[in-house]
DNA sequence: ATTAGCACTTCAATCATGAGAGTGCTAAAG
DNA sequence: CTTTAGCACTCTCATGATTGAAGTGCTAAT
């Protein structure tokens, strides 16, 4: 049942008590809803259609005198209707842009925009060797331009390949691998190795496996490090063996990146001016390991995906709402980049940032 | 004037005062210091000093009506009584425990607190090669210990030495730099370079580096390498030449680190009930900037500092206290770690915990 | 010098009140 | 049969008055 028998004029209600309650963030009345949007309907009429919804489970009531909020469904509902639309244009609507802008100035936003964009991209592309750099600037613009919290994954190691690895002798038992991969990223890590280990020992395993494996990706590579292992147990020779044992260390580093910002822009909103309502969101996102394992489940589907509060399997984001989006290398989604809000949130605002700036990070890895 | 002319039952009176109204976080009035200390005096005698320690300018009254409430100032004698009393213990006053703790639970205390310095010491060391993962620990077990926010600068790069360094070819005019430093820590950094120059040219430069500067601070190289520029002008070897060119970058890290939690376990202090206050903090911080440069002019001081409300030099701080610390290699302090917190802090608690700890970072670089 | 006692001030909580907003329902109009 | 005007009803929120509690300052007595 439900939106697929809504007729046009109640769908057309419905989208604009959930546009109206995003904008102004108080229940929306019958009489509002009559006054700003022309349908040609007197508020009577518009509060039967409202009572319908509400029974539909679309809409609820704060209090029996109270105007109409829309619960998880209702925004489901609208968030459906925009993705209809077509995403791509900022203009779509739910902005607080009044009705009354002229065209003319919708195509100077649009203009600034396209600018802007083409800006980010660039400045992304300066930082492709740095992805920390990289991450830490999306995330910081993803978070101060819509004043929610931004999260992003760096690129899976599991899709990234080898591009060559050096050891270097520190002292006694101690040396570093310095890991290049496809992306241009750089990583190391301090070893323990056997301390009998010279420089030119350290330089012909990084010989070997550079050799041998350079073009793999890393989880391949230790598949098919395990594989020998246990194919030539009795006969490795010591070089491989060495290899092995030190190259295992590398790349186990500990725990996966991610990246998160916007708690102090999220506290420029009304919907959390309530500190409890602020704690839960902290809360929400200080367990790093839990969002990261979240964030994962979001990396097959493909575009932008949208949580609606209970829609989220977790818990704790059951007020909350998220907007994520892959960003891929040619076909391949290797990484995620979200933005998570009040259920309450400006969706087309939030859908076209995270569809826009996941594309400039496509565009960065691309080639 | 002031405090030294203030007579002992005023002396003690005071401290009651400030004592109280951190652990009550309410005004305290006249009765209420002598039903919990009996210093032999009626509330009216009391009554009496309370007016004075307000003129003197180290109480103040929200209204007329209401308890004392601490001045800086008033903060500033507490803090004073304090390291008149020693440092070291964490048990001098100021929190929660009740006076009828028995001296057995004193000890257990003790005793635990003991075990787990020498714990979270052993920690460290374990940590001493990832100076990232090292500060994250220690900023996080301070910020979650105390709740509040607990702020670390790594070692200032002024004062480590090259160990040594090598540069990996990357792809075309990119590079790869590897430093390492006395303290063990490694850096990376992708450099722009003549896309000319081979593997081996990057082994002959680093290996020039390597003999002629390690063991020298990363400044005094560069300083060296300036002079060498300026006197040598007409007659640089290539190799000279490119080094510095090559050494300048590798050297110029952007920014330096400063490592901030908290802001998750600060929400739960009442002082931050209000969110706007909240805000005041994380603004307070969000300039990791201009935090980076305060906590530096630390650097000079030994042992454990405290700044209260309007003492801080920054205005945005006018609200919050400071306690820092510096850790040092041998003698020489080399960071700072620090906790800010509202200006009603538990000090006691405050100042043995950043104590401790930075004697266990500083133990780490020691040996 | 100290203290008991009292008048005074202020805050915080409680309650009643009325205006405002919005609804649901009914009966009339199209 | 659909739409609308009208009205009674409900609930919230801001306002103002009242009250009790907490705490002070001052004075007079010890």
Known sequence: ????????????????????????????????????YSFGFSSATIRNIMADLEEYGFLSQPHISAGRVPTDKGYRFYVDSIFDKGVGSPLISDSDTDKDLSVGQDEAIFEFLCQFTRNFARKLRGMKNDTNKMFFEVTNTLSSMSNYISIAIPPKTEHTTLNRIDFIK??????????????????????????RLTQEDLNRIAEYLNSEYSGYTIDEIKRVL????????????????????????AMSFAGEDIFISGI?????????????????????????????????????????????GRENSDRQLKNLSIVASTYKEGDRPIGVIALIGPTRMHYSKAIYMVDTIAKCISKTFEQ
């Open 1 to 36: 049942m439900a939106e697929d028998v809504l007729d046009e004029r109640t769908r057309q209600t419905l989208f604009a008590v959930v546009e109206s309650y995003i904008n102004k963030l108080e229940p929306v009345g019958s009489r509002f809803v009559t006054k700003r």
């Open 170 to 195: 520190h002292k006694e038992d101690k040396a570093v691998a310095i890991l290049l991969t496809n992306e241009g990223i750089v990583k190391n890590k301090m070893l323990k190795v056997d301390s």
């Open 226 to 249: 395990f594989k020998r292992i246990k194919q030539e147990k009795m006969m490795w020779d010591d070089l491989i063996s060495k290899a092995i044992k030190i190259y295992e260390q």
């Open 264 to 308: 102090y822009d999220v506290m420029n909103l009304p919907d959390f001016s309530d500190i409890s309502k602020l704690k839960e969101v902290a809360g929400a996102i200080k367990d790093k390991h839990l969002m990261l394992r979240f964030l994962n489940e979001l990396l097959n589907a493909k575009g932008v995906q949208v949580l609606i």
